[in-house]
């Protein structure tokens, strides 16, 4: 009742394994006193007494409650003789006495070799998937910047699509270049440019909604996809991002590093496909380069909707 009622579950050992453990000790030493004759038999439960814990508990506790077993039936033929003297056969209480002194320290090693096996197992378990997350990450994330990866940007535009399609709901795509990225590599090395890279990561991410994916869609160009946005919110939240970043300065061991970037937004067309999206937001970002950098344009649909 108390396992079935869940009461047992504010317990570690939910299952009470132990306390059924102890319980079955004192039955089956209760037997022995009653049976008489036959009372070597009651014994043979102790076997599945000790193996009935081997998957919940612990070897130390299993080697308590083999001590136990064996002091409570010591106890018990004691107790007997002591208050039937002459009805018992001392013979008889000694070898099962004896008996489950070798038999009980061996079953209870096969009950903690049992509980190891699954301790090892469940590690295994554990192990697998952090290693498959891991793998996870290595095939959606970018090492550098810890941003999804074009391919992971992919997917999610893909499914943006599906929602949109189903629901009607907008979304909004941006694509963003650093400008003139080669020439901060030219100036302030590899190392100065991934510093770069890994700085507007962390402030875009920290600038956009949750709901937001910021992804490294190649080199120093990057998307954001923006759910449940039209194109001119999304066009608002990358005007702050790219006044922020205008702002931003970056430390290094050459001097600091200012840097700013240029960004086309072009909000999803129902029935449209990404790859259409994408050319849109993309010649936006060429206007914006065009007309001199750090800036926002909004994908014209008189223009952009050339294929």
Known sequence: M???????RRFEDAALSQAQIVFAIFA??????????????????FVVVLNFGAFSIGWRRMVQLTVFALVVMGAVIVWMHARWP?????????SNFLICMITLPGVS???MRLNSLQARL?????????????????????DLTGLA?????????LTEVTRVDRAVQPFSVALLDLD??????DRFGHAGGDQILRRFSEVARASVRSVDTVARWGGEEFLILMPEADASHAFEAMERLRERIAVLGVTSAQGDMHFTFSAGVAGHRLGQS??????RADRALYRAKAAGRNRVELADNANDIQK
Request: charged share 25%; hydrophobic share 45%.
């Open 180 to 185: 003139h990225f080669k020439q901060v590599n």
């Open 149 to 157: 990866n074009r391919r992971r940007a992919r997917e999610l535009l």
């Open 274 to 279: 990404v790859d259409d999206t994408i050319i």
């Open 122 to 142: 469940k590690q295994q378990r554990l192990d697998l998937k952090a290693a498959l997350d891991r793998i996870q990450d290595l095939a959606t994330l970018d």
């Open 109 to 111: 090693a096969l009950a």
């Open 86 to 94: 002459g009805r018992y056969s001392t013979v008889v209480d000694l």
């Open 28 to 45: 089956v030493m209760a037997g022995y006193t009653i049976t008489g004759a036959a009372r070597s038999a009651v014994l043979l439960p």
């Open 2 to 8: 108390l396992i079935r009622s869940g009461w047992s």
